[in-house]
């Protein structure tokens, strides 16, 4: 381990791309401070940077070129470590660029603050090593107060193999966290403020490990004193089992209403080709079986367009497909090819301009299902998680993630509260609290109760 006795004492981490890098980066910054470190805001002059790194896009791959290179200019001697998916995938490029001085993989990145101590090097040092299938641990957590929502990773990788996507290259097969483990993090978590719990992962409904499966997961946290809220991250429609449904709907349970189940195409050519492991009616069946299932289920989505066999009439039947079954919002993305995946051999191609134009269309869509969405619950009174107000203004997320805006003069921080929703404003919808909530079985009541 690193000694505490070091010159480098300011410190900053920098996380490009999903959930689940913001999670390890979290623990990164934990760490730091464990180590004797100052934390600064990224941008801010440091010692050392741990850049995490996304590779999903050739555009993000850019982005973390320029993010590096824009650091290194400002802090011209300070010890600059990028670790993560494009380090993984991309590590030849980040060599390149002058002033890095460790390059780490997804396997080892967790362990950066070990290599610190070698100083600044005239060629990057880069450890990459194969990823394993083996049951993983993370063995810090950190000890500071954290009175918000909080990410816990459960699950790493991919072992489908859809033609577009590098990830299962970038973070490796599918693997899942030992119980113990995560359990001991999310208790210490709890222990210092944390009330509701985003699992996070590549794959999160394939978790299999020694000990039980996602639902074992799930019963075992919702058992640990102070975690309130349980919200389920994005997962894969053929690996989410029905037994979620009536843990969503119990008051004891801590489970929220809430699943984000990417369909990538709402047309069978193209989801045939993209090597996605369900037709388009399956996915369908299985969405009205979630929405008819779940008291005030709120279904988000991911779509892909531009993908190479996507022509004029496969993405009107997207279009279609999303705006005539109960979405309540899409995440919207342009196909990028990534080398070495079967789609990046395909030779039909959509323009850039296309991609543009189709991506605005869908967004355009999205936000009217989601105004559509937050409307049909104006009058309600629901209960809603605030966090850190903003030019005195709490924000907060509803059970089933409507984001509400509040004026209130009491201390709203890390509180469930009951609130009536009066007016959508934009993506946000406009509150009048009631009341806070003591223990979220009664606030999951209030739930359950207005939902009839």
């Known amino acids: 381990m690193v000694s505490a006795q070091r010159s480098l004492k300011r ?3 920098h996380t490009l791309g999903c959930r689940l890098n913001q999670s390890e980066s979290l623990l990164l910054r934990d760490r730091l401070q464990a180590e004797g470190y100052e934390t600064v805001p990224f941008g801010e002059p440091s010692d050392l940077a741990i850049i995490n790194t996304c590779t999903v896009t050739s555009l993000a791959d850019a982005k973390c070129r320029n993010v590096i290179r824009s650091y290194v200019r400002k802090n011209p001697n300070a ?16 060599a390149e660029i002058p002033g890095v001085d ?3 993989g997804n396997r080892e990145k967790m362990h950066v603050l070990d290599y610190v101590q070698l100083g600044k090097n005239e060629k990057p040092v880069i450890i990459r090593d194969r990823i394993t299938k083996d049951d993983f641990t993370i063995d810090f957590v950190g000890d500071r107060p954290y009175p918000k929502r909080a ?3 459960i699950q790493d990788g991919c072992s489908f193999v859809c033609s577009f996507c590098i990830i299962p290259k970038a973070r490796g097969p599918a693997r899942s ?7 001991d993090e999310a208790k210490q978590m709890a222990e210092r403020g944390v009330k509701e719990l985003v699992l996070t992962g590549v794959n999160i409904g394939t978790f299999e490990s020694r000990d039980g499966d996602l639902l074992t997961v799930l019963d075992s946290l919702n058992a640990i004193d102070g975690i309130e809220r349980i919200r389920i991250s994005s997962i894969e429609p053929t690996t989410i089992p029905t037994e979620l449904f009536p843990r969503m709907n119990d008051p004891r349970h801590a489970l929220l209403p809430f699943l984000h189940i990417p369909l990538q195409a709402g047309a069978d050519a193209v989801l045939q080709s993209m090597r996605r492991k369900y037709n388009l009616k399956d996915y369908l069946d299985f969405l009205y079986l979630a929405h008819d299932s779940v008291d005030d289920l709120y279904l988000g989505t991911d779509i892909l367009v531009g993908y190479p066999t996507e022509g004029d009439r496969e993405f009107e039947e997207t279009c279609h497909t999303f705006m005539n079954h109960p979405f309540s919002y899409c995440h919207v993305f342009a196909f990028s090819e990534r080398e070495t995946t079967p789609a990046a051999r395909m030779v039909d191609r959509v323009s850039v301009s296309e991609k543009q134009l189709r991506s605005a269309k869908l967004r355009r869509l999205s936000e009217s299902k989601r105004y559509d969405y937050y409307a049909a619950h104006i009058g309600r009174e629901m209960t809603v998680l605030f966090e850190d107000p903003k030019d005195g203004i709490w924000p907060g997320y509803t059970d089933n993630y409507i984001r509400v805006l509040l004026n209130s003069e009491l201390n709203l921080r890390n509180e469930i509260a009951r609130v009536r929703l009066d007016q959508v404003v934009g993506d946000v919808v406009e509150g009048t609290l009631i009341e806070v909530m003591p223990n979220q079985t009664a606030a999951n009541e209030i739930r359950l109760s207005s939902s009839l």
Do not use: H, P, T, W
């Open 11 to 13: 410190a900053s981490v």
């Open 79 to 94: 010890f600059v470590a990028v670790i993560g998916c494009y380090s993984q995938i991309g590590y030849k490029e980040v």
């Open 102 to 104: 460790l390059i780490m």
């Open 151 to 153: 990410n816990l990773k």
């Open 177 to 183: 966290r030992d119980l113990e483990n995560l359990l």
